[in-house]
C-alpha cells in the first residue's frame, strides 16, 4: 500500500507541473554540489584530473562520432578508431566522452573542453534528425537491429542481443552522456536530444509485452533504468518512470529484494548498473523495496567481495564470496569499471542515509584503485588490477584502446571534486580530507580544506562568510583513526568528540568569517584480509593500501595495442612458490613489526617478516605511486612451521600451471564476457551458466569462438567438461572439419575433466592462423557444458 501511494504522489506532482524530485526534496535528502561549486586546489587528485584532460583532449571527436554518422546514412568525417571501436560496440566511447568533457568544463573550468562538447552535440544532433525518429546510435547494423526488436523478434544472450555485441549496453553510454550535457554542463540542446531519444525507446518497445522486455533484459544493457528515471525527474513525466520499471531485470531485482545472496559467478559491472537504477528510482518514487535490494547488493559486495583496494571481481565476475583463491592465482583481477559504478551508487545510498561506512568505502576505492588506475605520465588507463602477486598492470594509449574502462577511465578523472562535500539546508558534510574551495552559493559561504594528506595526519578548514550563519558542520571521524588522538580544535579551542569512530562529530555553532577549523587524524599500520578468511594480508597506513615494486622484467603489452585482448597483463606469471611470504611467530601481530622509514613521509620496511631473503628491502609505499612495474600487494602469512609444507605443495602446483600454460597458444572461458567476445563468439539457441563457481556454454544449435595459432604449432584442442552431463550429443568441428562427435552419458562422476583431441592433418599442414572452433549439437540433443577450450603445441 505504501508504493502506491507515493507512486500516486508522483502522478499528482506530475499533473501540478512540478518535478518527481520535489517530494523527496522536501525531506531534507542530502543533496552533493555541483561540480562547478568545488575546486581542487592541489595534490595527487588535481594532477590526476589534469592529466586526464590532456588524454581526453588527445582523442579526436570526428573518430568518435564516424560510427553514429554512418548509422544515420551521413558521411563521416574521419574512420571509428580500432579495437572495440570498429569490432561490434562502435560508439561506446563517445556517450563516456560526453560526460567527460561536461565534468572538465565543471571541474576544471576548461573552455577548450566546452567547445568540443558543443561540437559533439552539434553533430550527433544532425545524426538524430538524419534518422528522423530520435535515435542516436552506433551500434552496427542499427536500423535492421531495432526494426527487428520492435517486432517482437529477440534473441537474447548475456553479452549479446540478435547478434550484435550488447547494444543496449552500447546506446546507454549515449544516454548517459547526452544527460550529463544537460545537468552538468548546462546544454539545453543535450535535454532536447535525451528526451527524443527517451521517446524513440518508448516508441521501440511500446508492443513488447513484460515478458518480451524481461527476456531482452537478458543481455547486458548498462544503466538504462536509472537513465530513464533521470529522464522522469528532469521532464515530470510519469511515462518515462513507467519506462525506468519496465526497464528493470526482475531476475535480479526480486532475489535481491529478498537479501539472497546470488551474485557467484554473475558478471559484475553488468549488475552494478541495475542496482544503480533502483536507487535512483527509490529516490524519485520511494520504493522500498528497490531500496532494500540496493542496500543489500552493496553489503554484500563490499562486505563479502570487496579486496582492500575497494575493487572486486576475477576475470570481470564476482568470485565466490568463500573463495578468493582466483583473486590470487588470476592476473585479471578486480576491473576498474566495477568500482567506478560501485562509488556511484554508494554517492546515491549516501544520499539516502548518510552513514560513515559510505563515505569509508568511497575513500578507500578512490585513493587505492580509482587514483591507481592512471599512469600519472601518459593518463593511461587501467582495465584489471591483478592481486596475484608479483604481476603488473597494462595500460591505455589514446590511439589503440576503447575498452570499458577507457570509456569509465576518462570520466574517473574528472570528479574527484564531487564527494568531498554534501549539505542539506542547514548542514554540511565533510567526506574525504582533499584540498579544495567549497563555493555554496546559496549560504554566500566559502569553506578552504588546505591538507596534505595522507603525506600528513591532519587537515584544516577557514570559513568565509559574508555575515554570521548558524550551519552545522559534520566532519567525519574515520574508523581507521587513532581513537585517542582524533581531535578537532575551533579557533585553537577543542571542540569536545562524543561519538566513537565510524561516526560524524557535529560541529553546530555560529560561523563568523575568517574562522578556522583543524582536525588531528592519527593514522597507523594495520592489515586487511581477504574476504574469505584465508591467510592473504595486505598492508594500510590509515586508509591507504600499501604495496612494494618487485620487478619490470617481462611487462609484455605494457601500452596496450589495438588487439581486442590488449587490455590483459599477458607476460610471464611468476610462480606463487616464488614470490614473498610473510613469515612470524605470531600472525596476528604481523602490523607491530612494520617500520615507517625516517627518510621518507610514507614508505615502510619489514624486514623481520619478508622471506626469502632476497625481498627483506623491499619498500612498501602507497599502492597508487606504483606503475610501470611488477608489485605485491596480498601476501600470504605463515608461521616457520607452516611454510615448508606449503612451500612443497606451491611448488607441485606450479609447476603443473607453467607445463600447461607452456603448451597453451590460445583458451577460451566460455560463459564469460570478455574472452568470449575476444574470440569473436557466435552463437544459435546458446545458453550460459556457473556451476562450482566455474563459467559454462551449451547450445540446442552451436557456438563456435576463432582460435589464434600465429606460429603455426597448433597440434591438439582440450576441452574441459563436466562428468555428470548426460545425454549430450554434438559434433566438435574446427574450420569446418570434424575433429570428434561426442556422446556424453553422465559417467565421469561429480567432477570437471578434460579431453584432448589431435588436430586432423589437413588443419597442421595449411598455412592458417585462425582456427574457428564450433560445437553444434545433433538433432534433438545439446551440447556439453564447455568449460573450458585450449588450443595446444
Not at 575551533?490 to 561519538?499: A, E, K, L, T
Request: glycine residues 6%; proline residues 4%.
Amino acid at each position: 500500500m505504501k508504493k502506491k501511494i507515493y507512486r500516486n504522489l508522483s502522478v499528482l506532482l506530475m499533473t501540478m507541473g512540478l518535478s518527481l524530485g520535489v517530494a523527496h526534496s522536501q525531506q531534507e535528502k542530502i543533496q552533493l554540489f555541483k561540480l562547478q561549486d568545488v575546486q581542487l586546489t592541489s595534490g595527487p587528485f588535481r594532477d590526476a584530473m589534469m592529466t586526464d584532460l590532456d588524454y581526453i583532449m588527445e582523442l579526436d571527436a570526428d573518430r568518435l562520432l564516424a560510427p553514429f554518422l554512418k548509422e544515420a546514412g551521413l558521411e563521416p568525417k574521419a574512420e571509428n578508431y580500432p579495437n572495440w571501436e570498429n569490432t561490434g560496440l562502435d560508439g561506446h566511447i563517445a556517450g563516456h566522452y560526453l560526460t567527460a568533457l561536461s565534468q572538465m568544463y565543471a571541474s576544471a573550468g576548461d573552455e577548450a573542453a566546452l567547445e568540443r562538447l558543443e561540437y559533439m552535440l552539434q553533430e550527433l544532433e544532425r545524426v538524430q534528425k538524419a534518422n528522423g525518429n530520435g535515435y542516436i546510435g552506433g551500434v552496427p547494423g542499427s536500423k535492421k537491429l531495432w526494426d527487428e526488436i520492435a517486432s517482437g523478434e529477440i534473441k537474447a544472450g548475456s553479452f549479446s542481443l540478435n547478434d550484435r555485441w550488447v547494444p543496449l549496453y552500447n546506446i546507454h553510454k549515449t544516454y548517459s552522456g547526452l544527460r550529463d550535457a544537460y545537468l552538468i554542463a548546462g546544454q539545453e540542446s543535450a535535454k532536447e536530444m535525451l528526451i527524443q531519444f527517451t521517446d524513440w525507446m518508448w516508441n521501440t518497445t511500446r508492443e513488447l509485452s513484460k515478458d518480451q522486455i524481461q527476456d531482452m533484459l537478458r543481455s547486458e544493457h548498462g544503466g538504462l533504468n536509472e537513465v530513464f528515471a533521470d529522464v522522469a525527474e528532469i521532464t515530470g513525466d510519469q511515462k518515462y518512470l513507467d519506462l525506468a520499471y519496465k526497464f528493470t531485470q526482475e531476475a535480479v531485482l526480486k532475489p535481491l529484494e529478498k537479501q539472497e545472496d546470488i551474485l557467484n559467478g554473475m558478471h559484475a559491472n553488468t549488475q552494478i548498473p541495475k542496482v544503480i537504477g533502483y536507487e535512483t528510482i527509490y529516490h524519485l518514487d520511494a520504493n522500498e523495496d528497490y531500496h532494500t535490494a540496493a542496500e543489500y547488493f552493496w553489503e554484500n559486495v563490499v562486505n563479502e567481495r570487496t579486496v582492500a583496494l575497494g575493487g572486486n571481481s576475477v576475470r570481470e565476475h564476482f568470485n565466490p564470496a568463500d573463495d578468493f583463491t582466483s583473486m590470487i592465482n588470476d592476473v585479471q583481477g578486480p576491473e576498474t569499471c566495477n568500482t567506478y559504478n560501485m562509488l556511484k551508487l554508494t554517492e546515491k545510498l549516501f544520499q539516502s542515509k548518510p552513514e560513515e561506512k559510505y563515505a569509508a568505502y568511497y575513500e578507500k576505492a578512490l585513493y587505492n584503485h580509482i587514483l591507481s588506475s592512471q599512469h600519472p605520465d601518459t593518463g593511461g588507463f587501467v582495465y584489471f588490477t591483478p592481486m596475484r602477486p608479483e604481476h603488473y598492470r597494462v595500460y591505455s594509449q589514446p590511439e589503440t584502446s576503447f575498452w570499458c574502462c577507457v570509456g569509465s577511465g576518462i570520466e574517473n578523472h574528472g570528479k574527484y571534486n564531487e564527494f568531498i562535500y554534501a549539505h542539506t539546508a542547514n548542514d554540511l558534510y565533510v567526506n574525504l580530507f582533499i584540498p579544495s574551495v567549497l563555493n555554496w552559493k546559496e549560504k554566500g559561504l566559502k569553506l578552504t580544506q588546505k591538507t596534505q594528506f595522507p603525506q600528513e595526519d591532519a587537515t584544516s578548514f577557514t570559513i568565509h562568510t559574508r555575515k554570521s550563519q548558524k550551519l552545522n558542520l559534520l566532519i567525519r571521524f574515520p574508523e581507521w583513526t587513532d581513537k585517542e588522538g582524533f581531535q578537532i580544535k575551533v579557533n585553537g579551542n577543542n571542540w569536545n568528540i562524543d561519538q566513537v569512530s565510524g561516526n560524524y562529530i557535529s560541529v553546530n555553532r555560529k560561523w563568523k568569517d575568517g574562522d578556522e577549523v583543524s582536525v588531528e587524524l592519527p593514522m597507523h599500520i594495520s592489515t586487511e584480509a581477504l574476504p574469505d578468511g584465508s591467510n592473504y594480508q595486505a598492508f594500510e597506513y590509515g586508509p591507504i593500501v600499501l604495496g612494494a615494486k618487485t620487478g619490470e622484467e617481462d611487462l609484455k603489452g605494457l601500452y596496450a595495442d589495438a588487439s581486442r585482448g590488449g587490455h590483459i597483463p599477458a607476460g610471464r606469471k611468476i610462480p606463487l612458490s616464488e614470490t614473498p611470504v610473510l613469515v612470524s611467530e605470531t600472525p596476528e601481530n604481523i602490523s607491530e613489526a612494520v617500520e615507517k622509514n625516517s627518510n621518507s613521509d610514507l614508505s615502510f620496511s619489514m624486514k623481520e617478516l619478508l622471506y626469502p631473503q632476497k625481498f627483506k628491502d623491499l619498500e612498501f609505499i602507497p599502492f597508487y605511486n606504483i606503475h610501470d612495474s611488477r608489485y605485491v600487494i596480498y601476501l600470504p602469512v605463515e608461521t616457520p612451521e607452516g611454510l615448508a609444507a606449503i612451500e612443497e605443495k606451491r611448488k607441485q602446483q606450479e609447476i603443473q600451471e607453467r607445463e600447461l600454460e607452456a603448451l597453451t597458444i590460445d583458451k577460451v572461458s566460455p560463459g564469460e564476457q570478455q574472452p568470449e567476445s575476444d574470440h569473436f563468439i557466435e552463437t544459435e539457441d546458446s545458453n550460459i551458466g556457473v556451476n562450482q563457481d566455474r563459467h559454462w556454454r551449451d547450445a540446442s544449435g552451436y557456438f563456435s569462438y576463432v582460435l589464434k595459432d600465429d606460429k603455426k604449432q597448433a597440434r591438439q584442442v582440450q576441452i574441459t567438461y563436466f562428468g555428470l552431463d548426460r545425454d549430450r550429443h554434438f559434433k566438435i568441428l574446427i574450420n569446418d572439419q570434424l575433429v570428434a562427435e561426442e556422446h556424453l552419458n553422465g559417467d565421469k562422476g561429480y567432477r570437471f575433466f578434460t579431453e584432448t583431441y589431435e588436430l586432423p592433418k589437413e588443419l597442421t599442414e595449411k598455412d592458417q592462423t585462425d582456427l574457428k572452433i564450433k560445437f553444434e549439437a545433433l538433432e534433438g540433443s545439446r551440447t556439453a557444458g564447455i568449460y573450458e577450450v585450449r588450443l595446444m603445441k
